[in-house]
């Protein structure tokens, strides 16, 4: 009985760890969403919202650091740990590409790699949400299985 009530507390704690990475994931990913937003206002309809677009990214550019960390001391798949470190490296070329000054101009290939981030970052949370949430997962797919059958 001792080992049954280990083993349910384990996965408890399991779920947990996947739910809060999976959580932090989405809020990244939405700040990532929220940068699109405030350079397209800033570039489209009034530049004031550039400032917003600074701010936003100074205050959630810890967010794949937390994440990488959490992936590799928790028991995550490889394939998250190389998302996570992806969205690591993927940020600094961010940083770079803006601030470094160079005669290439390297501001060029910012808007790539923001979109490479983005990519980067919904892959993660399309991963993690099925890391956390695995019955919702094949719920989902065999609704659409069960639709697909009924057409």
Not at 12 to 37: D, P
Not at 91 to 113: A, E, N, R, W
Not at 117 to 132: D, G, I, P, Q, Y
Request: charged share 10%; with cysteine; hydrophobic share 50%.
């Amino acid at each position: 009985m001792a080992i049954s009530s280990s083993a349910a507390s384990g996965q408890a704690s399991e779920h947990r760890i996947f739910v809060g990475f999976c959580a932090i994931a989405v809020l990244f990913n939405l700040c990532l969403v929220a940068q699109v937003l405030t350079v397209g206002l800033a570039y489209f309809y009034q530049a004031e919202w550039w400032r917003l677009h600074i701010w936003l990214v100074r205050g959630y550019s810890g967010l794949p650091l937390i994440l990488t960390v959490w992936a590799y001391l928790n028991p995550l798949p490889q394939r998250i740990r190389s998302l996570t470190s992806s969205l690591l490296i993927l940020l600094g070329l961010q940083f770079l590409t803006i601030h470094l000054k160079s005669p290439l101009p390297l501001g060029v290939v910012h808007p790539l790699i923001g979109f490479s981030l983005f990519s980067a970052s919904t892959t993660l949370v399309h991963r993690s949400f099925h890391m956390a949430f695995p019955q919702s997962s094949l719920s989902i797919s065999s609704e659409h299985e069960q639709d697909s059958e009924h057409a």
